[in-house]
């Protein structure tokens, strides 16, 4: 540990200069990639001796790894990486990934109990994302979303339907998602237009959108977070100890259920 809970800031635009904006997730590793970021932001920088990474949360998650591909493991213009440093489960493809307990525990436990994991799942919609990510980034929580990606717009969409978003206008025809799996993504921001708005989600793959960050409309984030596959996604509202209440708070008054979800095929 390298600061303390005072010194520690949770949340901020991101500095997409920062080396940490060029890294790339490991196969089937978004879960731990995220916590792990948010772990060091928290100023945890190892345990037991050993570096905090996505490979050490992997392993206290019990992250599992397909025993066989199917379909892509990376998004196109991705590279796959396999350079695992624990030698990790390997399980059904439909089981594979991170579960969202696991995550939650593991955030928890890495953190010595400075951070405290509220889950968020239930209905949603567009008005409830806005709400929750410009609320949780007024509060200085890290947005942890458990997606279907397939639901989400393309992460390099034209400068003339963002413009349009944030003006309230309709668009008829978004770009296309690069990929359609469950995964794991980060809320960083709202940003508000005349009569519309979108959120700044940082992804794992660099490749995606602008170093790994893209623009997405809240009715796009609700319905990856809705998935509509048979599984269920939620978000893990990450937070200092002490802060959960006005989470849970928040999550009561959006009218989401304060429990852990099933994301079934663990991605």
Not at 1 to 22: F, I, Q
Not at 69 to 84: F, K, S, T, W
Not at 166 to 193: K, Q, Y
Request: hydrophobic share 40%; proline share 7%.
């Amino acid at each position: 540990m390298t600061r303390s809970p005072a010194d520690t800031e949770l949340r901020g635009v991101p500095d997409l200069r920062d080396e940490d904006a060029a890294a790339q997730q490991k196969d089937n590793l978004c879960g731990p990639f995220h916590a792990a970021r948010v772990l060091r932001a928290a100023g945890v920088t190892e345990w037991e001796g050993e570096p905090l990474d996505q490979d050490l949360v992997a392993l206290h998650c019990g992250t599992v790894l397909p025993a066989r591909e199917v379909g892509p493991q990376v998004p196109p213009g991705a590279a796959n990486r396999r350079d695992y440093r624990y030698e990790l489960t390997l399980g059904d493809p439909e089981q594979s990934g991170t579960a969202a307990e696991a995550l939650a525990r593991t955030v928890e436990e890495l953190s010595s109990g400075r951070l405290e994991c509220v889950p968020l799942s239930g209905r949603w919609s567009g008005e409830t994302v806005e709400r929750l990510v410009e609320a949780g980034a007024a509060g200085g929580a890290r947005l942890i979303a458990n997606v279907r990606t397939g639901a989400l717009w393309g992460s390099r969409p034209p400068l003339d339907l963002l413009l349009a978003q944030l003006e309230g206008r309709d668009v008829a025809d978004p770009p296309a998602p690069e990929w359609d799996t469950g995964h794991f993504i980060e809320l960083v921001h709202l940003l508000r237009g005349r009569a519309g708005a979108l959120v700044l989600v940082r992804d794992s793959y660099p490749s995606l959108g602008w170093m790994g960050h893209h623009l997405q409309p809240p009715s796009a984030v609700a319905a990856a977070l809705t998935r509509g596959d048979g599984r269920e996604g939620g978000v893990l509202a990450v937070c200092p100890r002490g802060e959960a209440a006005a989470l849970r708070e928040l999550g009561a008054e959006l009218g989401l259920d304060i429990q852990i979800w099933d994301n079934e095929t663990r991605r």
